[in-house]
């Protein structure tokens, strides 16, 4: 399901090599990196979040618009701080992926959908053909560890 936003511009897609990590109140109380997004070449945060209701899209925001969401009301005013207080990293993926505007599955597993965060990213790198398993570690709880 890709949003009509792609027919307005030919080539005028969302590109990211550079994950982002957020711990929530949840994460940060059981010190684990509980949500995850892509950083768009301009800088904005493409993530999708189960917390915003079942199958809703991903969402383009600022630094200061992520703040605004209820479950990460307490981190900082900036990255800096985040970093600081070991509430928000960044990691590189090594390679340039496009980031769709819909909900995707895997190409190999059409029923392994996009639901959350997790899956979005997943499903994102392992169709550019990126191992994205570290994304099951004991580190983050952003993905199901039979997903």
Known sequence: MESWRRYL?????DLSNTLFFLKSEWGKEKGV???VGFILEDGNMK??????GEMVAPIISTWNDM???DEFSHIPETTKEAEDQGLYKTMSIGKT???PDGIV???DDP???SENCGS???NVLHNAGIDPSFLKSKDYMVVGHEF
């Open 67 to 69: 703040r605004q969401d």
């Open 9 to 13: 511009k030919e080539g005028d897609e």
């Open 105 to 107: 599955c895997r190409t």
């Open 111 to 113: 029923e392994k959908n």
């Open 47 to 52: 993530d999708m979040s189960g917390h915003r």
């Open 120 to 122: 979005f990213v997943f």
């Open 33 to 35: 990196w509980d949500h």
């Open 97 to 99: 992926v496009r980031v």
